[in-house]
């Protein structure tokens, strides 16, 4: 499973970026698809989870800024961030969970977000 991440960039505050994670087998396999981030010194979090009735869950820092979406047909999963500023710098991971057996944990390479104040 290879899930591929793109979108990152550099952006003023204020700002905003839409990332994309590409999956290579179809993301109904997994119960969730989520985004995290890792910002510098900080150990990495969770950002936004969706589910495949598409349920969706953010952290407090990002609700009402960014929306996690999916197209099924492309198996791509993807974080629409508004409103950006400096305290999202950081590396976004996408990754793939699977709880039911045989159970999975895929992550993606990573995608760095550089917001300038």
């Known amino acids: 499973v290879q899930l591929q991440a793109s979108g990152g960039g550099l952006v003023q505050a204020g700002g905003s970026l839409r990332l994309a994670c590409a999956a290579s087998v179809n993301i109904f396999s997994f119960n969730t698809m989520n985004w995290y981030r890792q910002a510098p010194g900080k150990q990495r979090e969770l950002v936004a989870s969706?589910?495949?009735?598409?349920?969706?869950n953010y952290a407090d820092s990002v609700k009402g800024r960014f929306t996690i979406s999916r197209d099924n047909a492309k198996n791509t999963v993807y974080l629409q961030m508004n409103r950006l500023n400096p305290e999202d710098t950081a590396v976004y991971y996408c990754?793939?969970?699977?709880?039911?057996?045989?159970?999975?944990?895929?992550w993606g390479q990573g995608t760095l977000v550089t917001v300038s104040s």
């Open positions: 990754n793939a969970n699977r709880v039911v057996p045989p159970r999975a944990d895929y």
């Open positions: 969706i589910t495949t009735g598409a349920a969706t």
